[in-house]
């Protein structure tokens, strides 16, 4: 689509603009990340000594290379895990008929208004019974259940065309197969965002993971980084390296798929 | 069955030493099997000197182990709270001074006077009034461990610009005021500020406390600060901000500022003393002085940070943390510990010691920071229940002290009543 | 259906047929199926959200510090009383209302336009959509961080870009009037780029064909966008704003935390904040339970809200 010149201008004058006010707090992120202790407050942006010293004392200081592969590694089997519970879970809810189904179709909507600050510290000490204490265990499975996958996901399988489920099962394809072999594959879109948004919130997860984790077995990227915050001492010249260190694969990984995930949606869209 | 063996073999080796290490250490034979004692503490830029605390320590007794878990200090008393509710392994406990009585109050904290079984020396090590802050009749249930005193940081540089003389920072309010004030008239930068609430409600405790006024009864359940002398220092808390000299801001602000060589003076944690010597290296000359008198009372600056209390269950962990107690309690140890750290020395005379003398003579910006331990008095203690309320309604009354719409003799005694108000449940 | 593109199909098909295939599908025996689909979300749900929520529904009764060896007592309302009685929390409250009122233009309507000027340059949008991106995945701590330096009233970048310009910036932060704004404006910025991203796979699902079809006819783009782009991206507004609403609810938290603890004055506080003081800064287990049940009912009212409205919707969709 085309939108007339001016309107063109000014979309891309507010553009510019939004983007100046997001790159400017990145310039002192990075700024600060090489700057010495006594340049730190400075408003200078170019520091009179460059150093990489931050990033050398955000690994001695901190089992930083353990927090980044617990952070990774969890994430990972959280965005999977939580797709994967969502899909199951949409599935029912959008083509069943059954007994309670809109009762516990609010019971798993209303989840999600249950804000996590509730939970946490009963969840605490059941982490405490199971023995899940300071392991990926404790970080991964109490937060698989995703109310808003399964209900994004609902909407998406609800508009999908019964008529392809109907040839699917003609040919004798059981729920499963349709689900995993027909529904699936068409889910790209929403599966695509749904990635980013889980992967988002466990990359960026800090008070349960401060709960839980009290070791290098457990502990992120998030509570290494506050680490360097503290009444009195902070030390945001590691901060901030540590922040840039633990970006850059996520902005990496967005880089690299936006186009993808962008041309996902082009070929087919999210609809709520 | 590999652990047994393993334990087998550590007791036996354990037997061999004891005989070597009887004399030094004194731990009970029952304490030989291999224990682990866990210790709570929220050190980041400290953490290498805590740890090494502990190796020693493990060194010197191969059959205990230290394993320390570290939590934010602004988290950490709802880490400990958590792990105390679950029951999971808590042996020694760094709790922020302010919340001692919640401790005390809701949780099995081990009275360490009965906990030494008669052998009470070690504690005489630290200075008196720095344990009254634990103490609970005969009972002393938290010994000092990250301590620190409010100081006047000031910027000589600033100094010489104003004209003022930089050997001579502030004694007094008064004088804390006036060169504020000649600061921001001769250079247009800040003046000074004093630390607000970072911790709370901490500044305007000490601020109260140092007046001669009483911030909170010794129960904690009462405030008693709208009396002349505590309506006078808050006056002069409103006074710096309608001066100019104090721009209102908070304390990251003022920290900030002051380190960026933007404001002549700021009061705030001893603990800061080794991030500001950091900030100002060959970018400005920092100075240290002592809290300021007001009037003619007593200096009396109520400590900041953190002690230890003791959870272990008796039996072997019990004898292994108090063995670590005794060990971090020796004086070299524990003024190693204060060197490392730039926390406040916690033993009594502690340049008897040479290791100290030849510190404090080469980082001589410390030494007020040692005159003024005799002058601190344990921090005000908060109860359980409506503590929020009370430390926000204290924390809205300085807003409005800045402000000023009113003078503090009218605003102070409302707050003082709404802050009694929120406490009441408590009794 | 309002929705001229069958999404999520590559093949477009006749319209759907509701419940047919499933009525004539479903056997006597597969009663259970829809049940083990649902299985391992409702164990977790049950488990770590359900099972929680009771038992602090059961702490906002009593007077207990969850210490296991102390005894428990029955308090009834004495907890909520003190709670709804307390200025903190009414301050709270309604803060809480500003912080999701302000967040529906702001983060919710505001990325619409955005969005859609991003698709109409469609590949060579990437540019901005990367940095527009950006705070996304960035942490708030350090978003935090960078704007308490850009905020600094005594010397920070914004005091001095304003004096060049002869303006002296009052300290926001220290303005109870102004200082929830600064919040909500850094949590849009946060949002911003997220937001319209799920509107951009919205935007993606319109077949561009109905809009020069459009155009021939000779309208103009504001004709587009309200007879045409805004109905279809109806449903994804829903979307994003019930989890902008969530967002707000919750991810506010680190930068109140960081940069105004909640005050000047309690002004910038919300329910979430003050539950977090209450549990974890003085420890009052009763009061943060109390705290935690009525923003739960507040949350669910507006889950039924929603819902209503929602269903209206799907009413108009059949």
């Known amino acids: 689509m085309q939108l007339s010149r001016p309107l063109q201008v000014v979309g891309h004058l507010v553009l510019l603009i939004i983007c100046l006010s997001i790159l400017a707090p990145m310039l002192i992120v990075v700024s600060?990340?090489?700057?010495?202790?006594?340049?730190?407050?400075?408003?200078?942006?170019?520091?009179?000594?460059?150093?990489?010293?931050?990033?050398?004392?955000?690994?001695?200081?901190?089992?930083?290379?353990?927090?980044?592969?617990?952070?990774?590694?969890?994430?990972?089997?959280?965005?999977?895990?939580?797709?994967?519970?969502?899909?199951?879970?949409?599935?029912?809810?959008?083509?069943?008929?059954?007994?309670?189904?809109?009762?516990?179709?609010?019971?798993?909507?209303?989840?999600?208004?249950?804000?996590?600050?509730?939970?946490?510290?009963?969840?605490?000490?059941?982490?405490?019974?199971?023995g899940w204490f300071d392991t990926w265990w404790a970080l991964v499975v109490p937060n698989l259940a995703t109310p808003i996958a399964i209900f994004l996901l609902r909407q998406h399988m609800m508009s999908f065309p019964s008529e392809l489920i109907d040839a699917a099962q003609m040919d004798g394809a059981g729920h499963w197969t349709t689900l995993w072999r027909v529904i699936v594959p068409n889910l790209g879109p929403a599966l695509s965002a749904l990635t980013i948004i889980i992967f988002i919130d466990s990359w960026n997860e800090y008070f349960w993971p401060l709960l839980v984790?009290?070791?290098?077995?457990?502990?992120?990227?998030?509570?290494?980084?506050?680490?360097?915050?503290?009444?009195?001492?902070?030390?945001?010249?590691?901060?901030?390296?540590?922040?840039?260190?633990?970006?850059?694969?996520?902005?990496?990984?967005?880089?690299f798929f936006q186009r993808r995930v962008m041309d996902t949606f082009v070929s087919s869209g999210l609809k709520g | 069955?590999?652990?047994?063996?393993?334990?087998?073999?550590?007791?036996?080796?354990?037997?061999?030493?004891?005989?070597?290490?009887?004399?030094?250490?004194?731990?009970?034979?029952?304490?030989?099997?291999?224990?682990?004692?866990?210790?709570?503490?929220?050190?980041?830029?400290?953490?290498?000197?805590?740890?090494?605390?502990?190796?020693?320590?493990?060194?010197?007794?191969?059959?205990?182990?230290?394993?320390?878990?570290?939590?934010?200090?602004?988290?950490?008393?709802?880490?400990?709270?958590?792990?105390?509710?679950?029951?999971?392994?808590?042996?020694?406990?760094?709790?922020?001074?302010?919340?001692?009585?919640?401790?005390?109050n809701n949780t099995n904290a081990v009275d360490m006077v009965e906990a030494s079984k008669g052998d009470t020396a070690w504690l005489e090590a630290y200075l008196p009034n720095f344990l009254d802050l634990g103490r609970s009749g005969d009972a002393i249930y938290a010994i000092p461990h990250a301590y620190g005193t409010p100081m006047i940081y000031y910027n000589k540089d600033i100094f010489e610009k104003a004209g003022l003389d930089p050997q001579t920072p502030p004694a007094t309010w008064d004088a804390f005021l006036e060169m504020g004030t000649t600061i921001m008239d001769k250079t247009g930068m800040a003046g000074g500020a004093h630390l607000q609430a970072s911790m709370g409600d901490y500044g305007t405790m000490v601020m109260v406390n140092n007046a001669g006024a009483t911030y909170l009864n010794a129960a904690g359940t009462r405030a008693e600060f709208d009396t002349p002398d505590g309506i006078a220092a808050l006056q002069n808390w409103q006074d710096m901000a309608t001066s100019g000299m104090m721009p209102i801001a908070s304390d990251k602000d003022w920290g900030t500022a002051f380190m960026a060589g933007q404001m002549g003076m700021y009061i705030t944690s001893s603990a800061a003393l080794r991030g500001f010597a950091a900030a100002a290296q060959d970018k400005f000359e920092l100075g240290v002085a002592n809290y300021p008198l007001f009037g003619d009372h007593p200096r009396r600056v109520s400590n900041s940070g953190a002690a230890l209390m003791l959870y272990a269950p008796e039996g072997a962990r019990r004898e292994a943390s108090m063995a670590l107690l005794r060990f971090i309690s020796q004086k070299p140890i524990a003024n190693r510990w204060a060197r490392e750290s730039g926390y406040m020395p916690l033993v009594r005379d502690p340049l008897s010691d040479p290791d100290m003398k030849a510190y404090v003579d080469s980082f001589p910006l410390v030494a007020p920071v040692i005159a003024q331990m005799a002058d601190t008095v344990p921090t005000n203690v908060w109860p359980a229940k409506g503590t929020l309320e009370a430390q926000t309604i204290i924390r809205a009354m300085l807003d409005e002290l800045w402000a000023a719409e009113r003078p503090a003799a009218e605003i102070v005694p409302e707050a003082v009543a709404a802050v009694n108000a929120s406490l009441s449940p408590n009794f | 259906m309002l929705s001229p593109s069958t999404g999520a199909t590559p093949n477009a098909v006749a319209p759907a047929r509701r419940d047919g295939w499933l009525v004539s599908r479903l056997g006597a025996d597969s009663a259970l199926v829809p049940w083990l689909y649902l299985a391992p979300t409702l164990i977790l749900l049950a488990l770590f959200t359900y099972w929680p929520l009771l038992q602090t529904a059961y702490l906002s009764l009593v007077d207990w510090n969850m210490n296991p060896s102390q005894p428990t007592q029955f308090v009834g309302a004495d907890n909520y009383g003190r709670v709804f009685g307390s200025t903190l929390f009414q301050t709270a409250l309604l803060n809480t209302v500003i912080y999701i009122g302000a967040s529906i233009p702001l983060k919710v309507l505001l990325p619409i336009p955005v969005a859609v000027f991003l698709w109409s340059l469609g590949t060579r949008g990437h540019f901005y959509r990367a940095i527009l991106f950006l705070p996304t995945l960035i942490s708030f701590v350090v978003v935090g961080v960078a704007f308490l330096w850009i905020l600094n009233p005594i010397f920070g970048y914004a005091k001095q870009f304003f004096a060049l310009a002869g303006y002296r910036l009052p300290n926001l932060l220290a303005d109870p009037d102004a200082a929830i704004w600064v919040i909500i404006g850094i949590s849009t910025w946060k949002v911003l780029g997220f937001n319209m991203l799920i509107y951009l796979a919205g935007l993606a699902s319109i077949n561009r064909e109905y809009i020069e079809a459009m155009r021939m006819d000779g309208a103009g783009d504001l004709t587009i966008f309200r007879r045409l782009i805004w109905p279809l991206l109806t449903p994804t507004l829903m979307f994003v704003m019930i989890s902008t609403i969530i967002f707000t609810m919750q991810q506010v938290f680190t930068p109140i935390d960081l940069m105004t603890e909640g005050g000047p004055s309690n002004s910038t506080t919300n329910l979430f904040y003050m539950i977090y003081q209450y549990s974890f800064v003085t420890f009052d287990v009763g009061g943060g339970a109390a705290g935690t049940m009525m923003l739960f009912a507040l949350l669910m009212i507006l889950a039924l809200l929603q819902i209503r409205l929602f269903d209206r919707r799907a009413h108009y969709k059949q």
């Open chain 1, 32 to 130: 600060t990340a090489i700057k010495l202790p006594n340049e730190v407050y400075a408003l200078s942006l170019w520091p009179d000594v460059p150093t990489l010293q931050n990033f050398a004392h955000l690994f001695e200081q901190t089992a930083f290379g353990r927090y980044t592969w617990n952070t990774a590694g969890t994430t990972a089997l959280r965005v999977a895990g939580q797709l994967a519970l969502g899909v199951l879970a949409a599935y029912a809810f959008a083509r069943f008929t059954f007994r309670f189904r809109d009762a516990i179709f609010a019971l798993v909507i209303g989840a999600m208004m249950i804000p996590q600050v509730l939970t946490m510290l009963p969840n605490y000490i059941l982490m405490a019974q199971l």
């Open chain 2, 1 to 104: 069955m590999i652990n047994l063996k393993k334990l087998c073999l550590s007791t036996s080796l354990a037997l061999g030493l004891v005989s070597t290490l009887a004399g030094t250490m004194a731990i009970p034979a029952n304490a030989r099997a291999e224990t682990e004692i866990t210790f709570y503490h929220y050190q980041t830029g400290n953490f290498k000197a805590l740890r090494a605390l502990f190796d020693e320590f493990e060194a010197a007794n191969p059959d205990i182990k230290v394993k320390d878990v570290f939590a934010q200090s602004r988290q950490i008393t709802g880490v400990l709270q958590a792990a105390l509710a679950a029951d999971r392994p808590v042996d020694i406990a760094t709790v922020i001074g302010k919340n001692i009585s919640f401790f005390l």
């Open chain 1, 213 to 255: 984790t009290e070791s290098e077995n457990s502990r992120t990227i998030q509570i290494g980084l506050r680490e360097f915050l503290q009444d009195d001492q902070d030390d945001y010249g590691a901060l901030m390296a540590g922040i840039i260190f633990a970006s850059v694969p996520a902005i990496a990984v967005f880089l």
